[in-house]
């Protein structure tokens, strides 16, 4: 497994890949690595020649009062779990590399879709992400690349992008990856309390629960939101809890086949997002 | 010279060249073309393999006052002028091909450099030029990109955008080209009345008694200014004549060498800018 710092040898080194007529996957990441990631480097690795894990916390998409420098880094547990997982190289940048100009000058910005969600509690956040991820693409020009349907709104934009500014990556969604216990995987489930961990539980329960309704017929969004809520309240402090539509994150009148019920909220002071598909 | 409408057809083409080795030369134009464009495209020619232009009058770039619907197209003339100056392809996209999501809702922004100059008097202007460069230079993937010095300000944001985002596109700053009455070639040129075009002629005589005084040893911004202005006033009406830093656009104490000498003003109806470097 190659471990590349610098942005022209990653360049250089996919560029050669893709001049050979071989496939490039991607998974950027920000580190920490667990299954849910595992998973999309073993489904990239099934689909192209070579498959690349970008390892970088990325400043921009954190607000001035979040997680940025607390986030947990582990990168050599993470280097251990990509050579495992068949990964062929890691791009380990500097964040004086990739924000050479201080990070403050150039976005990539959207309008529509990222001000619902998470867009409406995380200002700028999806400027960060959005960011960051073209520059990734246009360093390392993938063929595809994958993102988990856990972060269901960064997939949406993410895809979005790729299409609206001809960056020709294919965009591939990915299985959210759940504990046995039924709570999705993330970064951020380490810094939840044993108490605050089995409150966060009833994330996934109230999602079902919605689901569950839904599929006997009840199809009036406000009834299934009270459904879930009555699961949430009061373990879960809920930011939100929407079904929209899943393809642009538009309002929906109707619960319909195929909507996304997404929710973010806190167990103690960790902030969790979970979705499920109707 | 090949004639290219459709994205997937020109992104083929120039990805073939690259892959046999081949460089790429890109001028991107809004069309009715005059020698400053012309001398891009040889330029551009001197200095790479295969030389691409295209033509697109950019709809995001236009405020919602400005002349998008009577913006000279003279598509015919082009094509003549690009064939005589050796050029291999055109691409001419429909609005409808390069803005499927609408045009309003992914860009490419800018909060420096775009601020200043004609950005303070056309908002959402360069949001639109930098957009429309992202996916041309996505779609093209040129080696170099040729702009002329003209729209210096356009040039500068181009340029970074091009290093901030790691498009890996060279951008390439080309020499205003003047009328012999030293007037700067503009498309919008066109739109002038014979008695405006003699007013508009006080614009670059402007620029050079800045310049002349400089090079006298006057360096005080603030004079600097005066003289120019009392060249403008009153037969151009003047949106602003600023001396800045010509790398980033920022202001100056004193002027100095290599800085820049920006102006915009309207004679008659039409908005002309002019710059010089000192």
């Known amino acids: 497994m190659k471990v590349f710092k610098n942005i022209d040898q990653v360049k250089h080194f996919t560029s050669l ?6 496939t490039v996957g991607f998974v950027p990441t920000m580190g920490n690595l667990h299954q849910g990631h595992v998973s999309l480097v073993e489904r990239a690795k099934k689909e192209n020649n070579i498959v690349g894990v970008s ?4 400043p921009t998409q954190f607000g001035p009062s979040e997680d940025y420098n607390k986030y947990p880094r582990t990168i050599e547990a993470d280097m251990e779990k990509l050579e495992k997982a068949g990964c062929d190289f890691v791009f380990v940048p500097e964040v004086d590399a ?5 990070g403050n000058s150039f976005f990539v910005t959207e309008k529509t879709a990222s001000t619902a969600l998470c867009g409406k509690f995380r200002p700028g956040h999806f400027d960060g992400v959005l960011t960051v991820v073209a520059k990734l693409f246009n360093i390392c020009h993938p063929n595809r690349a994958y993102f ?3 972060d269901y709104q960064q997939l949406v934009l993410i895809r ?4 609206a500014l001809n960056m020709g990556v294919e965009v591939v969604p990915c299985t959210l990856v759940r504990d046995d216990d039924g709570l999705a995987m993330s970064s951020r489930n380490s810094y939840l309390s044993t108490e605050d961990r089995k409150k966060a539980l009833k994330i996934n329960k109230a999602l ?3 689901k569950e309704s839904f599929e006997k017929g009840n199809n009036e969004t406000d009834n299934l939101k009270k459904i879930g809520l009555s699961v949430l309240v009061p373990d879960v402090s809920v930011q939100y ?7 642009d994150l538009s309002s929906v009148e109707n619960a319909s086949q195929g909507c996304l019920v997404a929710v973010a909220g806190f167990c103690g002071s960790v902030r969790l997002i979970d979705n499920i598909i109707l």
């Open 160 to 163: 979005k992008m790729s299409e």
């Open 98 to 102: 990739i924000y050479k100009d201080g």
């Open 55 to 58: 390892i970088f916390v990325n």
């Open 208 to 210: 079902k629960a919605i």
């Open 241 to 247: 809890l929407e079904i929209l539509d899943a393809n």
């Open 17 to 22: 890949i893709k001049s050979v007529g071989k």
């Open 148 to 150: 988990g349907m856990k």
